[in-house]
C-alpha cells in the first residue's frame, strides 16, 4: 500500500529552524506522483498547502511561505523535505507531507495521498 510518513517535527523557539522530511513508501518511482506537497493545519483552520514540487523539481510556494521555506527531493529515494528557516509563532501547526497521482502542482492542489502529519510547535 502507498504510504505518506512525515518525520523532524518538534519545538523551536522564534527565528530558529527545522527540517522535515517525507518518506514514501509502496512506491517505485518518484514518477507515480506527478506533486509532492506540503500542507499544514494551524489550530481552528483548514489544512493548506504551503509548498509544491513535481517530478522534475520545479517548486512553489505560499506567499507567506516563500523566502522562508525551502522544498526539496531526493527521487532515488522518493523522499520529500521541507526546510524551514526564521519560524515564528505564527508557523506553529501540524505540517502533512501529500502527494496527488492525478493532479499537477497548483496552489489548490487535492492530494490522493497523506501523511499522518507531524507537530511543529515554535515559541517566543
Known amino acids: 500500500q502507498v504510504r505518506l510518513m512525515e518525520s523532524g517535527g518538534g519545538s523551536v523557539e522564534t527565528g530558529g529552524s527545522l527540517r522535515l522530511s517525507c518518506a514514501a513508501s509502496g512506491v517505485t518511482t518518484r514518477y507515480y506522483f506527478r506533486c509532492m506537497a506540503w500542507f499544514r493545519q494551524l489550530p481552528g483552520q483548514e489544512r493548506k498547502g504551503v509548498a509544491f514540487?513535481?517530478?522534475?523539481?520545479?517548486?512553489s510556494y505560499a506567499d507567506s511561505m516563500k523566502g522562508r521555506f525551502t522544498i526539496s527531493q531526493d527521487n532515488a529515494k522518493i523522499t520529500m523535505y521541507l526546510q524551514m528557516n526564521s519560524l515564528q509563532v505564527e508557523d506553529t501547526a501540524t505540517y502533512y507531507c501529500?502527494?496527488?497521482?492525478?493532479?499537477?502542482?497548483?496552489?489548490?492542489?487535492?492530494?490522493?495521498?497523506w501523511g499522518q502529519g507531524t507537530q511543529v510547535t515554535v515559541s517566543s
Open positions: 501529500a502527494a496527488s497521482t492525478l493532479s499537477s502542482c497548483e496552489r489548490n492542489l487535492s492530494p490522493n495521498y
Open positions: 514540487i513535481n517530478s522534475g523539481g520545479s517548486t
